[in-house]
């Protein structure tokens, strides 16, 4: 049970490490999250720096794929 | 539907309604202090925070779980449904401050890691009188974590639909959670009668609403209509209130027929924002308005009133006497089509 425990604790660790590495990169770079990011009022980021950490796998892509607009 | 991101889009009837939640919260929180007083003078300030947001947390998730078949009921409960999503994050706000606190109360003063030690402290999971009940716990606030923080339509479109429909899902896994978590810890704490009262009748209330929705669902489903010439017919035109709409089953599809100044339209009942049902909405000021988040279309066309570019199918509507028959072949979405004059 305790191995199972760390694991499952070190898996969710490293996964909000990570997310806190995207949730920074996404206040500083949101445009390239989203277009509609560059219209939007700065503090709507902060609002949803929470949910860039608990969803970046599913954002990073875009990240990738917008390098080269 | 935006051009840019709002913090939130308000409106002054949301504001009303966040102003509603705020003071019901605190309201709650300060009687359930004073009765916890009254009737048991030593409770520390710690357990009665732990026990007054736990609780109303609980209560709250049950509102958000009932106000969906609700509002498909009885259209009266709609307006709640618009503001599910800041009753959700509100939700979220106390389970963390229960959450917080119980950590803090019991796990933060050892030198092992708080989270470590929820899961640590008590190895007993063959039991059932003894389960670590706080694991439930914490899983089910790391869900709730998830759904508050991507309550936003920045995450709607960025996660895709589906995916963040998916992860709202959870919610059900939440309550699953919460409900063992609550019923396994009342083994070991001094969880009132009042408390897992409250959690059953509320569990009680939850999946009967849930059933009685979907029973109805199934009989717009199997409504049958009758066949002519390629045209089928589906209702007479007196059962369609002014401004409303009733959904019908076509080809598979769900349609709604809406009846307006004189006229009627049919269109794709499925909002593109998040699927809502459109039939269960109302025109204003000329728009078919979805009850969800009011996403509008135009109901001759299906299409979202500029700069918007949301489009839905259409259908093609004909009057015989007093019955509506309607075309079941859709339309391209978009489609302008000429309603159908009474
Ligand atoms: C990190 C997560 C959590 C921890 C560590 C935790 C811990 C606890 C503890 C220690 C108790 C017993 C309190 C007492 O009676 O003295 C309790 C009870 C309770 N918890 Fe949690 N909990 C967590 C998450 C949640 C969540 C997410 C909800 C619901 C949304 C919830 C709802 C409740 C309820 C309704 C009770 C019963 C309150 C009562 O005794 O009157 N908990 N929890
Ligand atoms: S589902 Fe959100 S507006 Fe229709």
Redesign the pocket.
């Known amino acids: 049970m305790e191995i199972a425990i760390n694991v499952f604790l070190g898996i969710l660790g490293v996964y909000f490490l990570v997310g806190l590495l995207v949730g920074i990169i996404f206040l500083l770079k949101a445009k390239k999250f989203d277009p509609l990011m560059a219209d939007t009022k700065k503090k709507v980021r902060f609002l949803l720096f929470p949910g860039v950490i608990a969803t970046w796998p599913f954002l990073i892509g875009k990240l990738f794929k917008s390098k080269t607009v | 539907m935006g051009l840019d991101y709002q913090l939130v889009l308000w409106n002054k009837y949301k504001k009303t309604y966040d102003k509603i939640i705020a003071l019901s919260m605190l309201l709650y929180v300060m009687v359930f202090a004073g009765v916890t007083f009254a009737f048991n003078s030593e409770t520390s300030i710690e357990?009665l925070v732990?026990?007054a947001f736990?609780?109303l947390?609980?209560i709250m998730?049950h509102l958000i779980l009932i106000i969906g078949p609700l509002s498909r009921l009885n259209r009266r409960f709609l307006p709640i449904l618009y503001n599910r999503r800041h009753l959700g994050v509100s939700?979220f706000i106390a389970?963390f401050i229960?959450?917080g606190f119980?950590?803090f109360q019991?796990h933060a003063l050892g030198d092992v890691n708080p989270i470590y030690s929820?899961f640590t402290s008590n190895m007993d999971y063959g039991s059932l009188t003894n389960f670590p009940f706080?694991v439930l716990?914490?899983l089910?606030?790391l869900i709730?974590f998830v759904m508050a923080s991507t309550s936003h339509d920045f995450f709607l479109g960025n996660l895709s639909a589906k995916v963040w429909k998916r992860l709202h899902m959870m919610v059900y896994v939440a309550y699953a959670l919460?409900i063992a978590?609550?019923f396994l810890?009342a083994f070991q704490?001094?969880?009132?009668f009042f408390?897992i009262g409250v959690l059953a009748i509320g569990f009680i209330i939850v999946t009967s609403l849930h059933l009685i929705t979907a029973f109805k669902e199934r009989k717009i489903d199997r409504t049958k209509v009758s066949e002519k010439d390629g045209w089928l017919e589906v209702c007479n035109i007196s059962e369609i209130e002014e401004d409303r709409a009733k959904i019908f089953t076509v080809d598979n599809e769900r349609v709604a027929i809406f009846k307006y100044d004189g006229k009627l339209s049919a269109i794709h009942n499925v909002c593109k924002h998040q699927g809502g049902p459109l039939g269960e909405g109302k025109i204003i000021d000329g728009c078919i308005t979805c009850p969800w988040h009011g996403y509008q279309y135009l109901p001759s066309n299906g299409q979202s009133p500029p700069p918007f570019t949301e489009k839905v199918a259409t259908y093609e509507l004909k009057l015989d006497g007093e019955m509506v028959f309607i075309n079941p072949k859709a339309f391209e979405e978009g489609t302008e089509v000429n309603p159908c004059k009474i």
């Open positions: 357990t732990i026990r736990g609780s947390a609980i998730l939700m389970a229960h959450g119980s950590m019991f929820i706080q716990g914490f089910a606030l709730l919460i978590h609550v810890g704490q001094e969880t009132s408390t």
